[in-house]
């Protein structure tokens, strides 16, 4: 099993939509969980962290936790065209190591 | 407030051929993080410094690979001979000691031909 998983997609969805990003991990002793957003040519920027269960709001971002789930997801409401990237899940383990997900690719469509 | 700086951008080599990366973090984030990301997929942790110290390098490849911060402020990492497969993008990123939040540099693109 592979300590942080995600859908590799793509994921499409139109304009003006929700868009739902999901991420499973396997360290059960998880504190720490990020999401950055990756354009393609471009390096990883922090969107948002969240370290307790339930929702953390930015803008139109919020972050849902679901510890004994183990599962954290991002969803980004009101879909722009300049949201399409690559969405990477990162999670700091009980033994204090960052590791990233595979990333899933969004694409939205005008 | 300067971004994570990185040098070279681009770096074209021949296979067992040398090549140094150059990093310098945040002023004041204590914590230095080197990647290596290969196209279509997650960045890949190589080794992690704080202060001048380091903290994880179990994926570091060091029958080739090197790093080094001293004075725990910038960094170098090298590889030394270069292979094939170590073509990809070689990412920086510093956060403070009390969080993981990293922030990333814009990355030196590796091609070994």
């Known amino acids: 099993q592979k300590e942080v998983e995600q859908n590799s997609g793509p994921l499409s969805v139109p304009e003006g939509a929700i868009a739902s990003l999901n991420c499973t991990y396997s360290?059960?002793?998880?504190?720490?969980f990020f999401w950055y957003r990756q354009y393609s040519g471009k390096s990883p920027e922090l969107i948002m962290s969240?370290?307790?269960?339930g929702d953390k709001e930015d803008g139109r971002f919020t972050a849902q936790l679901n510890k004994a789930s183990q599962y954290v997801s991002l969803l980004i409401r009101d879909s722009q065209p300049s949201d399409s990237a690559t969405y990477l899940c990162a999670v700091k383990t009980s033994y204090d190591k960052v590791i990233f997900g595979p990333g899933t690719s969004l694409s939205v469509i005008p | 407030e300067a971004g994570v700086a990185q040098s070279p951008r681009y770096k074209i080599i021949e296979k067992r051929q040398s090549v140094a990366f150059w990093c310098n973090p945040i002023?004041?984030?204590?914590?230095l993080y080197w990647y290596q990301q290969i196209l279509g997929q997650g960045p890949k942790l190589l080794i992690q410094f704080q202060n001048n110290g380091v903290v994880d390098d179990s994926q570091l490849p060091k029958d080739r690979f090197s790093a080094e911060r001293l004075k725990g402020v910038d960094s170098t990492l090298k590889i030394q001979p270069a292979k094939l497969e170590d073509s990809a993008v070689y990412l920086c990123?510093?956060?403070?000691?009390?969080?993981?939040?990293?922030?990333f540099g814009p990355g030196t693109r590796l091609t070994v031909l």
């Open positions: 990123a510093s956060s403070e000691v009390r969080n993981n939040e990293q922030f």
């Open positions: 360290d059960r002793g998880s504190q720490s």
């Open positions: 969240i370290y307790s269960n």
């Open positions: 002023s004041g984030h204590a914590t």
